[in-house]
C-alpha cells in the first residue's frame, strides 16, 4: 500500500504564479513531513518540511501547509521562476527510520 | 565537501550477471540507504541501516544484498540482475534523530 500519494503527475504554471503541489497520506500516526526537490541526473535535495504541532512552515518563497484532520499537505511556490522546474516528492517520516516517498510531481514553470 | 558518493554513475547488465553498487558518506552520519526509483512509483526503500554494524530491509528487498562495511560505506549487491532490476538507484544518509535525508546523485542501471 502507498502510504504516501501525490496524484497529479504533472503541472504546469506561468513564470510568477503560484504553484500548489498537493500530497495525501494515509497514517494519522505521521508526525514529520518532507518535500524533496528533484533536477534531472542528480539526487533529490531537501526543500522544506513541516513537523505535525504545526499546520504552516515557510521559507522564502516556498510555504508548505499541513491539514492532520485531512492528512493532506501541500507546497506553495510564490511566485514560480523556470529554475523551479523540477520533480517535487512529497515525504513522511515513519516508524523504524525509514521515510516514505510519492511518486512525485513534475513541476514546469513557463517562462 | 562530497557529501554522499555514488558509483557508478551508469550500468548496463545483462540478465543473471552480478553487481556491486557503492555508496560512501563523509558526513559521519549513523543511518544509511538504498532507494530505487521507478517511473509512477517514486521512490522505494530497498534497505537501510540504521547504525554501523545493523542493517534492515525496506519496503523492495527481494534480489539484494547490503553490507554496511563501515560508518562511511553501505554498499547494495545484485546477485543475480534481471530486468525487473531496471531502475536508479539513489544512496542517502542521515543522522542519528535527524528528520533529513541527503542523497547520492544516482546510479542508472539497465538490465538487458
Known amino acids: 500500500d502507498q502510504q504516501v500519494k501525490q496524484n497529479s503527475p504533472s503541472l504546469s504554471v506561468q513564470e510568477g504564479r503560484i504553484s500548489i503541489l498537493n500530497c495525501d497520506y494515509t497514517n494519522s500516526m505521521f508526525d514529520y513531513f518532507l518535500w524533496y526537490k528533484k533536477y534531472p541526473a542528480e539526487g533529490p535535495t531537501f526543500l522544506i518540511s513541516i513537523s505535525s504541532i504545526k499546520d504552516k512552515n515557510e521559507d522564502g518563497r516556498f510555504t508548505v501547509f499541513l491539514n492532520k484532520s485531512a492528512k493532506h499537505l501541500s507546497l506553495h511556490i510564490v511566485p514560480s521562476q523556470p529554475g523551479d522546474s523540477a520533480v517535487y516528492f512529497c515525504a513522511v517520516f515513519g516508524s523504524g527510520n525509514q521515510f516514505y516517498f510519492g511518486t512525485g510531481t513534475s513541476l514546469t514553470v513557463i517562462p | 565537501n562530497a557529501g554522499v558518493t555514488q558509483t557508478p554513475k551508469f550500468q548496463v547488465l545483462k540478465t543473471g550477471q552480478s553487481m556491486t553498487l557503492q555508496c560512501a558518506q563523509d558526513?559521519?552520519?549513523?543511518?544509511m540507504y538504498w532507494y530505487r526509483q521507478d517511473p509512477g512509483m517514486g521512490l522505494r526503500l530497498i534497505y537501510y541501516?540504521?547504525?554501523?554494524?545493523?542493517?534492515d530491509k525496506g519496503e523492495v528487498p527481494n534480489g539484494y544484498n547490503v553490507s554496511r562495511l563501515n560508518k562511511r560505506e553501505f554498499s547494495l549487491r545484485l546477485e543475480s540482475a534481471a530486468p525487473s532490476q531496471t531502475s536508479v538507484y539513489f544512496c542517502?544518509?542521515?543522522?542519528?534523530?535527524?528528520?533529513?535525508?541527503?542523497f547520492g546523485s544516482g546510479t542508472q542501471l539497465s538490465v538487458l
Open positions: 558526513m559521519n552520519h549513523n543511518s
Open positions: 542517502a544518509s542521515s543522522e542519528s534523530g535527524s528528520r533529513r535525508l541527503f
Open positions: 541501516s540504521a547504525s554501523e554494524g545493523t542493517t
